[in-house]
């Protein structure tokens, strides 16, 4: 893997869906101190993987929110019409820069496409916003089937647990 461009500590940390359940693209929204703006496409189940490794981390941490001051990390600006970086996420991984009291996120794109990497840092109190919105994000989508878990649609799911033959709404 090439090095990670290096975004530093992020002005401003976001998660996002667009579409309709079912059909959503997700994608996680970076923009720098010094205003770059890198657009990372990623599945469903990496965003989720993210949101759960942070909530680990702060939960290690004993993160209470009240305790933590704020971060330099902004709620209020936009992003940026256009991304200097846009690309999917082949791989994501998260440590904890203890030292700093920073998380640190590495998105990797796919090597053989050529696409870029990015490492960034956000504080915990933005770790727990963008968990927050990682968890609105995912809740937003098709409910889970009681019995196999898989996604429901609105109009109807044929449950692998019942061999395909029985049909939950």
Same mark, same amino acid.
């Given at each position: 893997? =090439?090095?990670? &461009?290096d975004? $530093? %500590?992020?002005?401003?940390?976001?998660?996002? =869906?667009?579409?309709?359940?079912?059909?959503? &693209?997700?994608?996680?929204?970076a923009?720098?101190?010094?205003g #770059?703006?890198?657009?990372?496409?990623?599945?469903? +189940?990496?965003?989720?993987?993210? $949101?759960?490794?942070?909530?680990?981390?702060?939960? #290690?941490?004993?993160?209470?929110?009240? %305790?933590? *001051?704020p /971060? /330099?990390?902004? =709620?209020?600006?936009?992003? *940026? =019409?256009? @991304? /200097?970086? +846009?690309?999917?996420?082949?791989?994501?991984?998260? $440590?904890?820069?203890?030292?700093? !009291?920073?998380?640190?996120?590495?998105?990797?794109?796919a090597?053989?496409?050529?696409?870029?990497s990015?490492?960034?840092?956000?504080?915990?109190? @933005? !770790?727990?916003?963008?968990? +927050?919105?990682?968890?609105?994000?995912?809740?937003?989508?098709? *409910?889970?089937? *009681?019995?196999?878990?898989?996604?429901?649609?609105?109009?109807?799911?044929?449950?692998?647990r019942h061999? !395909?033959?029985?049909?939950?709404?």
């Amino acid at each position: 893997m =090439a090095e990670p &461009r290096d975004l $530093g %500590a992020l002005r401003r940390i976001a998660a996002g =869906a667009i579409g309709e359940p079912g059909r959503r &693209r997700f994608r996680l929204m970076a923009l720098s101190q010094e205003g #770059a703006f890198a657009l990372m496409w990623l599945e469903k +189940e990496q965003l989720a993987a993210l $949101g759960d490794a942070i909530e680990t981390v702060l939960d #290690a941490e004993h993160h209470q929110p009240p %305790a933590i *001051p704020p /971060d /330099d990390v902004q =709620a209020v600006p936009d992003f *940026p =019409a256009s @991304a /200097d970086l +846009e690309f999917r996420v082949a791989q994501l991984s998260m $440590g904890v820069d203890q030292r700093r !009291g920073r998380m640190v996120i590495v998105a990797a794109g796919a090597e053989e496409a050529g696409d870029p990497s990015v490492s960034m840092e956000i504080g915990f109190r @933005a !770790g727990q916003e963008l968990r +927050e919105q990682i968890s609105a994000v995912l809740a937003a989508g098709r *409910p889970p089937c *009681p019995l196999c878990g898989g996604p429901v649609d609105p109009q109807s799911h044929v449950c692998p647990r019942h061999n !395909g033959h029985h049909q939950t709404t």
